[in-house]
């Protein structure tokens, strides 16, 4: 089976980690797995779109090392990257919590 690309954790760059985040679908993604204990299943996530919609935003945060991917059989796995917090403390915090209606913030879009 193929393995799927992980960048280092010294390739993470703040500019791709906010260009990953900035997508809604992708910051509700990574929302989720914010608020989860451990990995989910993809057809576990409450969004929107088509699988092949999915699966795009699920490597655009992989590429950008916001979340890593793992495959057991048919069946694909996503959690937060550890090293994300490491590299750029509290900045998923941050973001997550203004996006969540903070101040200043705004309510990111099917967050009710």
Known sequence: ????????????????????????VRLRIVATLAGTEGERAWGDFDVEVCASTLSHHMKALRLAGVIVHRKEGTRCFVSLRRELEDTFPGLLGCILRFADGGPGGTRAPGRG
């Open 1 to 24: 089976m193929r393995q799927l690309r992980h960048p280092e954790a010294g390739e993470l760059t703040l500019g791709g980690v906010l260009r990953a985040l900035s997508d809604p």
